[in-house]
C-alpha cells in the first residue's frame, strides 16, 4: 500500500455544480484530513506560483480564496505567499518583492480577491529565510528556506501542474524545492557555486562564436546581463569570468540564441535532484503532518507558469489531487499524463507524443533530451524519505456538506428574489400589454440555423 492520493476521479471534467475544478479542490482538501490540521489561531500558508508577467496558464485566484475562506472558518488565519525568483533573463518580473507584488497584482492576487493578504515569502530582495541543516539530502546538505513559509504553522502547497524547462515537472516536489527556497536557497538548489554541476563549471562556453561588438547588434543587453557584471563584450569577442558565476540564469536569452553559452544538461539534472531535497527541508521547516499538498492538472502547458507565455496544454486537462505526500502525488500525476492522449495541435504532437502511454514531460518538456527526465524529482524525493513512489488512489464522492462550496447566498431563489423583485421587477409587465417587450411574433429561425432543408 503506498501513499493515499485523493481525488473525484473527474479527469478534470466537470458536469454539475457538485463537479466543478473548485468543489474538486474542495472534495479533496477535506477528504485528505487538510481541515483537521489546522487549529484556531494557526497561521497557514498557502503556497503557490502567482505566475509571470503575461503568462495565461497560472491558477486563477479563485482556487487560493476559497482555500483561504475555509481556513479562516476553521479558525485559522492565511496567507497566500510566493518567492522572489532569480534574475533568470532580462525579462524577469518577479525578482524582488516589489516587482512580484506589481506582477501578483497583475495576475489577480490581492488581497481584496484573496480575502487574505498577499505575502512575499523571502522578503525585498529575496533574502529573509531560514538556514535548514539537511544530513539526508541526496545533493544538497542544506537549505534556505523562505521565512514566512519556514515560520508558518500549517502550509497548503497549492500547485498548478506543468511542464517545466529544468525541472521538466513543476509540481508539488517543485512548488516547494524551488518555490519555498528564498533568493540564495534558489542559487543553491540550481548549483551556483558548485564544483562539478555548476553552470561555470559545467558548460562549454564558446567565445569563439561571438561576434563581438562590432559584428552583433545586440552586444549592449549581452554586456549588460549579468547581476555580477560578468560578461565583457569586446570588437571582436566575448570575455566571462566564469568562476564567480552563480547560476542566476540572467543571461537567459541574452547570449544563449548565439549558441556561446549552451546550457549544460549536466546542470539541469542536478538541479532537478536538488529540488526533491529543497521540497523536504521546507517539509521540515513547518512538520510533515502539517504540510497538504494539491495538484491541480488542468491547463498543462509544456513550460512552467514562470515563462511570460502559455503554450497550449499538451494533455487535456487531467484532475485534481491531494495528498501527505508530493512524492506520490507527482507520481500519479505523471503517470495520468502519460496515460492520456496528446493534445491535438499541441507541442505533443511537434515531439511525437501524441499516443497514450508516451511520458509527455520527458518528452516534451525536456525536448527530447535524453538524460532530462521527469522521474529524476520523484527518484531522488523517494530517496531522500521525501516521499514514496507508490500510491493508492482513492476516488471520492463530491463534499456533502455544500456550504464548504461557499456560495455567498444560500436562500432559495423565491426567498432571496421575492421581495427585491417585489421592489424593483426587472420584467416591464407594464408595457407591450404586459408582454413586455416589443418583438416580431413570428420568424423563420431554420433560415439562422443555416439547415439544409
Ligand atoms: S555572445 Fe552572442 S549576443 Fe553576445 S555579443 Fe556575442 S554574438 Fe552577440
Ligand atoms: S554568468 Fe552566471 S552569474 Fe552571470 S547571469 Fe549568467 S548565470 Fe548569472
Do not use: Q
Given at each position: 500500500m503506498g501513499s493515499k492520493v485523493y481525488t473525484m476521479g473527474t479527469d478534470g471534467r466537470s458536469h454539475s455544480a457538485a463537479s466543478g475544478l473548485v468543489q474538486q479542490m474542495v472534495t479533496v482538501f477535506e477528504a485528505a484530513g487538510f481541515a483537521e490540521m489546522i487549529r484556531p489561531g494557526d497561521a497557514v500558508a498557502i503556497k503557490l506560483h502567482c505566475g509571470e508577467w503575461n503568462n495565461t496558464a497560472y491558477l486563477r485566484p479563485v482556487y487560493a480564496r476559497t482555500l483561504a475562506d475555509r481556513i479562516k472558518a476553521l479558525g485559522g488565519r492565511p496567507f497566500v505567499c510566493d518567492t522572489t525568483t532569480l534574475t533568470y533573463s532580462t525579462l524577469s518580473t518577479r525578482a524582488t518583492a516589489l516587482d512580484l507584488l506589481i506582477t501578483a497584482e497583475r495576475n489577480g492576487y490581492t488581497s481584496a480577491t484573496l480575502g487574505c493578504p498577499f505575502i512575499v515569502a523571502d522578503g525585498f530582495s529575496g533574502t529573509d529565510d531560514v538556514l535548514v541543516d539537511l544530513p539526508e539530502g541526496y545533493i544538497l546538505k542544506e537549505a534556505y528556506i523562505a521565512k514566512a513559509i519556514a515560520l508558518a504553522d500549517v502550509l497548503i502547497v497549492l500547485t498548478h501542474f506543468k511542464g517545466h524547462p529544468i525541472g521538466v515537472i513543476g509540481g508539488s516536489i517543485k512548488n516547494l524545492g524551488i518555490g519555498a527556497q528564498s533568493k540564495r536557497g534558489k542559487m543553491n538548489v540550481h548549483m551556483g557555486g558548485h564544483p562539478k554541476y555548476g553552470f561555470g563549471v559545467a558548460i562549454d562556453f564558446h567565445p569563439e562564436r561571438c561576434k563581438g561588438r562590432a559584428g552583433c547588434d545586440r552586444w549592449e543587453a549581452c554586456e549588460s546581463c549579468c547581476p555580477y557584471g560578468l560578461f565583457h563584450v569586446t570588437e571582436t569577442s566575448i570575455e566571462w569570468d566564469r568562476e564567480h558565476c552563480v547560476d542566476c540564469l540572467g543571461h537567459g536569452g541574452a547570449n544563449t540564441w548565439c549558441g556561446v553559452c549552451d546550457s549544460p544538461e549536466i546542470t539541469q539534472r542536478a538541479a532537478c535532484a536538488a529540488m526533491a531535497d529543497g521540497c523536504l527541508a521546507a517539509v521540515k521547516t513547518v512538520g510533515r503532518g502539517k504540510v497538504g499538498f494539491i495538484n491541480m492538472a488542468i491547463d498543462v502547458s509544456p513550460a512552467c507558469d514562470c515563462v511570460g507565455y502559455a503554450d497550449m496544454p499538451i494533455v487535456p486537462h487531467l484532475g485534481v489531487f491531494a495528498g501527505r505526500d508530493p512524492v506520490a502525488l507527482d507520481k500519479a500525476t505523471v503517470d495520468k499524463a502519460a496515460a492520456s492522449q496528446g493534445m491535438p495541435g499541441s507541442a505533443a504532437e511537434d515531439y511525437g507524443a501524441e499516443e497514450p502511454g508516451t511520458p509527455k514531460f520527458s518528452t516534451v518538456s525536456a525536448h527530447s533530451r535524453e538524460d532530462m527526465s521527469e522521474e529524476i524529482q520523484l527518484v531522488t524525493g523517494s530517496l531522500n524519505g521525501l516521499g514514496s513512489l507508490d500510491y493508492e488512489m482513492v476516488t471520492v464522492d463530491p463534499v456533502a456538506d455544500r456550504t464548504l462550496w461557499q456560495f455567498p447566498d444560500r436562500r432559495s431563489t423565491r426567498a432571496k428574489f421575492q421581495p427585491l423583485y417585489a421592489k424593483d421587477?426587472?420584467?416591464?409587465?407594464?408595457r407591450h400589454d404586459g408582454r413586455g417587450y416589443k418583438r416580431a411574433d413570428e420568424v423563420d429561425l431554420d433560415r439562422v440555423s443555416q439547415h439544409d432543408d
Open positions: 421587477d426587472p420584467f416591464p409587465r407594464e
